[in-house]
């Protein structure tokens, strides 16, 4: 897709932005399943992003995943099918502030819609709750990990 760039000089709303191009980047975001996109064109540059929700996830395959609190019982935790995906990039918190307890442990009982971690993007806190009732078998993150969109977080059986 070529960008058009702002709207010609000559128009009454010189320098004002293309709304079909952001119209069609949103749909691209979209359609893509990403969380943002950023083009720059001379001087000009415009970044469209959008927040996903932690809806029901799908299943998406992460590169690489740490397991720094994962106990051996839940090793195999990124294939489970009890894995919690990260829905967007950012940073993952474990716990609300860093005087204050996790919001889980490896045992907790959870039930479907209970805060479990934070992932902040773009300076923004997203509660990222449970999926499901049941207990977290496995911690894939440690506080403040960076984490990508698709990565496990938890594991919940």
């Not at 045992?107 to 207990?135: C, Q, Y």
């Amino acid at each position: 897709m070529k960008y058009p760039g702002p709207k010609p000089a000559g128009n009454a709303a010189a320098g004002a932005i293309d709304v079909e191009f952001v119209e069609a980047l949103a749909k691209l975001v979209t359609r893509m399943g990403l969380s943002e996109i950023e083009v720059a064109q001379g001087d000009f540059m415009i970044r469209v992003a959008r927040q996903i929700s932690a809806a029901p996830l799908q299943p998406v395959v992460a590169a690489s995943s740490p397991a720094p609190v994962v106990p051996a019982s839940a090793a195999s935790g990124v294939d489970a099918p009890g894995a919690v995906k990260s829905p967007m990039v950012g940073t993952a918190y474990l716990r609300a502030s860093p005087e204050a307890a996790p919001f889980v442990e490896i045992g907790s009982l959870v039930k479907a819609g209970d805060k479990i971690l934070l992932v902040e993007a773009m300076k923004t806190f997203n509660e990222i709750v449970a999926p499901r009732a049941g207990t977290v078998t496995g911690i894939l993150v440690e506080d403040g990990q960076p984490v990508e969109y698709g990565q496990p977080l938890f594991v919940i059986e």
